[in-house]
């Protein structure tokens, strides 16, 4: 499954959302806590897998999540206990851009 921009993905291990702002990195894998993100339209809430131990550093509502290429952007709509990853590797927080002086 290639995520489209707009379009909202849940984990099925915890509570964590979000919403792709950008996607190019084609059917890359994509998950939360060790386990596949899937449509919101495509998860009926119910079906609970098994939190990885290794990747529960957690997602803080309203930070955007990137990948180190620049080929994925997230919006996290919903936190939870999962950490975000793409393939092997983790999803970093996406830092502020610094405002211009105003002196």
């Given at each position: 499954m290639e995520p489209k921009v707009g379009s909202t993905l849940v984990s099925t291990v915890d509570d964590t959302a979000v919403v792709v702002v950008r996607w190019s990195?084609?059917?890359?894998?994509?998950?939360c806590g060790g386990a596949p993100m899937v449509g919101k339209d495509d998860h009926d809430g119910s079906a609970r897998g098994t939190l990885d131990p290794d990747q529960a550093s957690g997602t803080?509502?309203?930070k955007r999540y990137v990948a180190a290429d620049g080929s994925v952007e997230l919006l996290c709509t919903k936190a939870g206990q999962g950490s975000l990853?793409?393939?092997d590797a983790a999803l970093a927080v996406k830092a502020a851009k610094p405002l211009p002086a105003s002196d």
């Open positions: 990195a084609g059917a890359a894998p994509l998950t803080v509502l309203g990853a793409l393939g």
